[in-house]
């Protein structure tokens, strides 16, 4: 291995703290790499806040352009959640991956998200315990659906009709009697930004407390009651008007000048997000994150600020959030229970020639950035260690944490490699690795399942890659399987087997339509694929939104959403040893309704569209309800 080929993040991490004491510092083992031991990784506690504000001026000063902040930022930008995965070990980790089979009584059971991880929850547009299916309808309204009678139960409209382009609601989370709505709200002059609604279903749904904070939601993640909420934020600064200047024109050096001077005269309090709560009685609380909170790794811009807050949905309010931020960007967020990762790398600089390099002119890599934190229980999560590795990820189904390491898979210029991280004191420290996965193409999906990896990387062909990632300091790939088109994701069905659903394409790498194929990687060494189903001209919302896959491994019925020219769709298939078969489709009453979602309750398929909900026989796919949203 090429110690040149993986930069750790190895000089220091801050942690700025209010609280004085004496800077403590813990040195980390040595690297495992040929070329010698990484760096130690600190973590240093500062005296005061004002040693925090010194480094956040000085890092935003050289990052911010005769335009603001990178990327066109002046204050904070925002908008609803949006998103962008031995043979021994995969084969009984298939079995309970994937979308969670629950018994919500004796004799029924259920299916819930598609989840990367199990017992590691995700926010959707759809949720049910069994008893009862809420979603997020039209407008932002909460909708529960008695699944027994088929009927709604109760609606709670959650965005004002006159302020419906300023707030809204997207996506929830479900606890016992709890769901927390994940949203926006520019509506209120005091905070703008990220809002988390607690809605009480117990009865009729009511509001039972919010919480407000600077930014926009980046993603969430849930064990047991308790949700951890991503937030990201910019410092807000008033720069000067410049708004009427066309680029390329005027006093460049004067206005970097003056935006500079600007963010040399900030206080504090410009980057630090403020977060509001107000409980059932209507009480509002209102604060900042504390610096004691954040944490600053060694190399960082000073322009974005991601925050973790902490939420147990059987308590009796949201409280604060407890909220702790580390001075970094961040798009992916991946947990399997006891740790949380954030994963942030610098591809929007190459938006535009402009972003393209640094202040000085320099190049910006190819790397991401990954911060650790342990979120055990319901305590406030715990900033334990960092690391960088080159390339970029395609999503969340990147990252694996197995045996306590980390597998990250990325895609460099020329080629992708699957890293190997151990944590080593603070840092996120280089086991192993195994790269030249599709020379000259991408990753299109991903797949960790035990200590086997699944990467698909496409140009004009798919090669599948299996890999044997039993020995950390030594995974290695051991098969490979070409074929046209693409998966676009990955899902494990248990006995050896892969589904995936992708496009399929010609020999010149041109897409020809809807692509699911069942791959058989019990041999690692020879995998193959043994039926595929293809519908011409056809996409699916499941190929870049996992939550809209549904696989049902008890009568093996696999449901996605298409588009095609006949219209959308939900395309029902029975996925048996060896073959895939269509066993239907289902189309709901509204005409161009596209269905986003399907679940299983007892023997009912349900599938919900912004237009309602419909409930299909679960062998027969016979019809039997149609719930209209108002």
């Known amino acids: 291995m090429n110690r040149a080929a993986v930069t750790l993040s190895a000089a220091c991490l801050v942690l700025a703290g209010c609280t004085p004491g004496p800077a403590t510092a813990e040195k980390a083992g040595p690297a495992t790499q040929p070329a010698g031991p990484a760096p130690a990784l600190r973590l240093v506690a500062y005296d005061s806040c004002d040693d925090l504000l010194r480094g956040l001026r000085t890092a935003t000063q050289e990052a911010v352009t005769p335009w603001g902040l990178p990327g066109g930022v002046r204050l904070f930008s925002g908008g609803p959640l949006t998103r962008a995965g031995g043979p021994e070990a995969a084969a009984a980790q298939a079995d309970t991956a994937g979308a969670a089979e629950r018994q919500a009584g004796a004799d029924q059971a259920y299916s819930g998200t598609n989840t990367h991880e199990a017992g590691v929850d995700e926010p959707d547009m759809v949720k049910t315990d069994g008893r009862r299916i809420v979603t997020i309808t039209r407008g932002g309204t909460l909708t529960v659906v008695d699944a027994a009678s088929r009927k709604v139960a109760g609606t709670l409209a959650l965005s004002g009709t006159e302020e419906q382009r300023k707030a809204a609601a997207s996506e929830l989370l479900l606890s016992g009697d709890r769901a927390l709505v994940l949203g926006y709200d520019y509506s209120d002059p005091r905070l703008a930004g990220a809002l988390l609604t607690l809605v009480d279903l117990a009865g009729a749904p009511k509001v039972v407390g919010s919480y407000r904070i600077d930014g926009t939601l980046v993603d969430a993640r849930q064990v047991g009651s308790v949700a951890r909420v991503v937030i990201r934020s910019s410092p807000q600064f008033d720069f000067p008007d410049f708004a009427n200047i066309v680029d390329g024109d005027g006093d460049e050096d004067g206005r970097l000048a003056a935006n500079r001077s600007v963010v040399a005269a900030a206080p504090i309090s410009a980057w630090l997000p403020r977060w509001a709560t107000v409980d059932a009685s209507g009480k509002r609380t209102e604060g900042r994150v504390d610096c004691g909170a954040v944490s600053l790794p060694d190399t960082y811009s000073g322009t974005s600020m991601l925050t973790i807050a902490t939420f147990d949905l059987a308590a009796a309010a949201l409280g604060t959030g407890d909220p702790v931020s580390v001075a970094a960007d961040g798009g992916f967020v991946y947990a399997n229970g006891p740790s949380l990762y954030i994963a942030n790398d610098e591809r929007w600089r190459t938006v535009s020639p402009m972003m393209a390099v640094r202040a000085g002119g320099t190049p910006v890599a190819q790397r991401t950035q990954l911060f650790k934190f342990a979120i055990g229980g319901a305590a406030r999560p715990r900033y334990v260690a960092a690391g960088e590795v080159p390339g970029w990820l395609l999503n969340q189904y990147s990252l694996s944490e197995w045996d306590g390491r980390l597998r990250v898979a990325t895609t460099g210029n020329d080629a992708s490699t699957v890293y190997v991280l151990e944590q080593r004191g603070g840092a996120l420290a280089e086991a192993g690795r195994v790269g030249g996965l599709g020379k000259g193409e991408r990753i299109y999906s991903v797949r960790f399942i035990g200590t086997a990896g699944y990467v698909v990387t496409f140009r004009q062909t798919d090669p599948l890659y299996t890999l044997d990632l039993s020995d950390p300091a030594r995974p ?54 043994l039926a595929q189903f293809q519908v011409p001209g056809a996409s699916s919302p499941a190929e870049f939104d996992p939550h809209a896959f549904l696989y049902w491994p008890a009568s093996g019925l696999l449901v996605v959403p298409t588009y095609a020219g006949g219209g959308p769709k939900a395309l029902v298939l029975t996925v048996a040893d060896r073959s895939l078969a269509q066993a239907g489709a289902i189309t709901h009453p509204v005409q161009q309704s596209g269905i986003q979602r399907s679940l299983v309750i007892g023997g009912t398929l349900w599938t919900l569209s912004d237009q309602g909900l419909q409930a299909n026989d679960l062998a027969t796919l016979a019809q039997q309800a149609w719930i209209a949203f108002s």
């Open 476 to 529: 290695r790939a051991v098969g490979e399987l070409k074929i046209t088109g693409y998966s676009a994701y990955l899902h494990p069905a248990g006995g050896g087997r892969l589904i995936g659903v992708g496009q399929e394409a010609n020999e010149k790498g041109r897409v020809q339509g809807l692509q699911v194929s069942l791959f058989d990687v019990h041999d690692m060494a020879a995998p193959a694929r």
